[in-house]
């Protein structure tokens, strides 16, 4: 991954959305970014706890699934992917989760996640 790449793109949305939980420019990097700008906004969620609506949650989670994110989640850095969600209704991160469950790497921020309780991401 390309770290300038992927800290422009945290940059970007911390410098130009309306409010901290405005997800416009979250989705436009998610939706069309490659794997740098992706991760970008992916930190932005983590590192400034944005809490999507539940309807801007289901499109996250569906851009991840089309990215098939879970599937190598070294390629798509999973620790700040499931540590962003820490604020978000269980029911309907739960199923997304379930992926992950292979990976033993991960039961720490996924119970993190589950409790409601922020991991720490390098």
């Known amino acids: 991954m390309d770290t300038v790449t992927m800290k422009a793109s945290l ?11 405005d997800m416009t420019l979250i989705l436009s990097l998610l939706e069309i970014g490659k794997r740098s ?37 070294y390629t ?14 269980n029911e309907i991160i739960a199923p ?3 992926h992950y469950k292979q990976y033993p790497q991960y039961a720490h921020f996924i119970e993190n996640t589950f409790a409601g309780k922020k991991s720490c991401i390098e």
């Not at 970008?40 to 994110?69: C, H, S, W």
């Not at 798509?76 to 209704?89: L, V």
């Open 37 to 73: 700008v992706f991760m970008g906004a992916v930190y932005a969620m983590a590192y400034d706890d944005v809490i999507p609506t539940e309807q801007e949650i289901i499109t996250v989670l569906d851009i991840f699934e089309k990215r098939n994110v879970y599937d190598d989640p």
């Open 96 to 98: 997304f989760l379930e």
């Open 11 to 21: 940059s970007y949305i911390r410098l130009n959305r309306e409010t901290l939980n």
């Open 76 to 89: 798509y850095d999973a620790q700040p992917i499931i540590s962003s969600m820490y604020k978000w209704r």
